[in-house]
T-cell receptor, first 110, second 116 residues
Framework: AQSVTQLDSHVSVSEGTPVLLRCNYS??????LFWYVQHPNKGLQLLLK??????LVKGINGFEAEFKKSETSFHLTKPSAHMSDAAEYFC????????FGAGTRLTVKP | EAGVAQSPRYKIIEKRQSVAFWCNPI?????LYWYQQILGQGPKLLIQ????????DSQLPKDRFSAERLKGVDSTLKIQPAKLEDSAVYLC??????????????FGEGSRLTVL
């Protein structure tokens, strides 16, 4: 069985400061991992994905994530937050079906 | 390229009534998913189709939920009779990748159901 745990339900940062959204995964084999973003009243959108190639994955809007097998983590980062980054972020593990984490709500203060 | 279309966007019903949601995936996408997203939670997979066959419906409450994907294109999700705990956003997603390979999912905007 596979699952993901998003360690923070809510993260608040100031505009221009770094963002860190944490995700740990559990999988009995090498997983594929994704980050999706959900803006209010909008559909879920893929930010980035890891599928056993480079461990540092770059996504859209300046986000990136690093796959660390030894720590079973796939944390999402961005060097400088923008107001438009305020949204709900979901970490997803896939081994056939897609299992979503509970989500982290990112708030960006001016 | 047109995205995943869902309707209706909003629906309010009384408990024990029935409701149906419709989804039209991106053209050419073989795999279609229905997810349930309860407020404050991540989406939960209800059912996965590949073409017109069911791949996974292990989390679908089959006593009240049903789904079909006739002709392997659009899909309908039905709830009958609805319960209060069915209040959620029902998300449809499609994927170009067939089988069990991991692929990007393209989501519709969802259908928000309120059961009173």
């Amino acid at each position: 069985a596979q699952s993901v745990t998003q360690l923070d339900s809510h993260v608040s940062v100031s505009e221009g400061t770094p963002v860190l959204l944490r995700c740990n995964y559990s999988s009995s084999y090498s997983p594929s991992l994704f980050w999706y973003v959900q803006h209010p009243n909008k559909g879920l959108q893929l930010l980035l994905k890891y599928t056993s190639a480079a461990t540092l994955v770059k996504g859209i809007n300046g986000f990136e994530a690093e796959f660390k097998k030894s720590e079973t983590s796939f944390h999402l980062t961005k060097p400088s937050a923008h107001m438009s980054d305020a949204a709900e972020y979901f970490c997803v593990v896939s081994g056939g079906d897609m299992r979503f984490g509970a989500g982290t709500r990112l708030t960006v203060k001016p | 390229e047109a995205g995943v279309a869902q309707s209706p966007r909003y629906k309010i019903i009384e408990k024990r009534q029935s409701v149906a949601f419709w989804c039209n995936p991106i053209s050419g996408h073989a795999t279609l998913y229905w997810y349930q997203q309860i407020l404050g939670q991540g989406p939960k997979l209800l059912i996965q189709f590949q073409n017109n066959g069911v791949v996974d419906d292990s989390q679908l409450p089959k006593d009240r939920f049903s789904a079909e994907r006739l002709k392997g294109v659009d899909s309908t999700l039905k709830i009958q009779p609805a319960k209060l705990e069915d209040s959620a956003v029902y998300l449809c997603a499609s994927s170009l990748v067939e089988g069990t390979e991991a692929g990007e999912l393209f989501f519709g905007e969802g259908s928000r159901l309120t059961v009173l």
